[in-house]
T-cell receptor
């Protein structure tokens, strides 16, 4: 069966510090991968998606970037965090239609 | 741009009640629709996927319907239990298989 992992589970970072969140999927090959953010009082927003290694599409302009160095690995990064980057970050995968989500990373920027 | 609205935003019911959660979307040219459950501080659990050609899907006590022409989907929960307490999210797919989410309905089932 397929499993999706995210780490860390929680993170507290100062403004201006770098960020790296990791997502890995097991039990499937060549999945579509997605990063979403859920900010306090706001709905889920798609940030990035990837249909293959090295292929990244961004949905919204922002302070973040994404990379897919391996088939089942998706990384969300920032060089300098802003207060507005705080939120709950969710990674998801799909093989065809249905999307499956990971446990999320709670990021607090102080 | 697709907009997805969920009503009500919050709902509190006594255990055992049947209930309906509503989801509406502005662009009826959707491909599929997915319902999720989110427990506090947790990720999303997929409940039901309704493909564009389908009108409903059922899983246990859950039944989801889709009416593309009116831009609506409903999630019916039969015989609600305290363990059903969570936030329920609906999301619609566009042509690129991207999801647009509603704001969610926070459900509380009281014993």
């Amino acid at each position: 069966s397929q499993t999706i992992h995210q780490w860390p589970a929680t993170l507290v970072q100062p403004v201006g510090s770098p960020l790296s969140l990791e997502c890995t999927v097991e039990g499937t090959s060549n999945p579509n991968l997605y990063w979403y953010r859920q900010a306090a009082g706001r709905g889920l927003q798609l940030l990035f998606y990837s249909v293959g290694i090295g292929q990244i599409s961004s949905e919204v302009p922002q302070n973040l970037s994404a990379s897919r160095p391996q088939d089942r690995q998706f990384i969300l990064s920032s060089k300098k965090l802003l207060l507005s980057d705080s939120g709950f970050y969710l990674c998801a995968w799909s093989a065809s239609i249905e999307q499956f989500f990971g446990p999320g990373t709670r990021l607090t920027v102080l | 741009k697709q907009e997805v609205t969920q009503i009500p935003a919050a709902l509190s019911v006594p255990e055992g009640e049947n209930l309906v959660l509503n989801c509406s979307f502005t662009d009826s040219a959707i491909y599929n629709l997915q319902w999720f459950r989110q427990d506090p501080g947790k990720g999303l659990t997929s409940l039901l996927l309704i493909q564009s050609s389908q009108r409903e899907q059922t899983s246990g006590r859950l039944n989801a319907s889709l009416d593309k022409s009116s831009g609506r989907s409903t999630l019916y929960i039969a015989a609600s239990q305290p363990g059903d307490s969570a936030t329920y999210l609906c999301a619609v797919f566009n042509a690129g298989n991207m999801l647009t989410f509603g704001g969610g309905t926070r459900l509380m089932v009281k014993p």
